[in-house]
């Protein structure tokens, strides 16, 4: 398994700001995901990230609100741009397990938009 | 378009107690079937998974879950609560082949000592 750090672990930002949340993995991989859990809801997938291409945002999710960075196959950031009340989540990155299609969690952001 | 569904969303279970947490899915295909388990300030964990062979899989902590394909289904059991395993249960599911969870609702679990 893996072991996956979030920064920052929660965040309080004002409405119209952007705020960038960092993965970092202990180990190479090749596909790393992030996913959105909103108050009193399931996790829901935002994009996958490769390294070395463009991120697959899933419908619902646009490369302008949620741009993703993966400069390595270590590290990957998300970007939730010009944040509204509705963008108050939690924030999980998460990275497969190889050959097999268990993922494996980083501990989330908290992020409260005012 | 594929969809998971957890049906108790609140459980409230005395230590000793069975548990069974159901979990269902809309899919045709052939599917590859998980729970992950968030304990209280932790990140999710895998709890156990199911990809071909045996239908029923055992996980960690006497964890075990029946894969049964007629009712598409994939529910969690344990036959004897303990405290420590208040916790949210998250059921999900992946097409065969590919990486994209679908999560159900998850299930809040609290078990009372």
Known sequence: ?????????????????????????????????????????????????????????????????????????????????????????IYL???TGGVTYEQYFGPGTRLTVT | AQSVSQHNHHVILSEAASLELGCNYSYGGTVNLFWYVQYPGQHLQLLLKYFSGDPLVKGIKGFE??????????????????????????????????????FGTGTRLKVLA
């Open chain 1, 1 to 89: 398994s893996a072991v996956i750090s979030q920064k920052p672990s929660r965040d309080i930002c004002q409405r119209g700001t952007s705020l960038t949340i960092q993965c970092q993995v202990d180990s190479q991989v090749t596909m790393m995901f992030w996913y959105r859990q909103q108050p009193g809801q399931s996790l829901t997938l935002i994009a996958t990230a490769n390294q070395g291409s463009e991120a697959t945002y899933e419908s619902g999710f646009v490369i302008d609100k949620f741009p993703i960075s993966r400069p390595n196959l270590t590290f990957s950031t998300l970007t939730v741009s010009n944040m509204s009340p509705e963008d108050s989540s």
């Open chain 2, 65 to 102: 879950a029946e894969f049964i394909k007629s009712k598409f289904s994939f529910n969690l059991r344990k036959p004897s609560v303990q405290w420590s395993d208040t916790a949210e249960y998250f059921c999900a599911v992946t097409s065969s082949g590919t990486y994209k969870y679908i």
């Open chain 1, 93 to 95: 990155c998460s990275v």
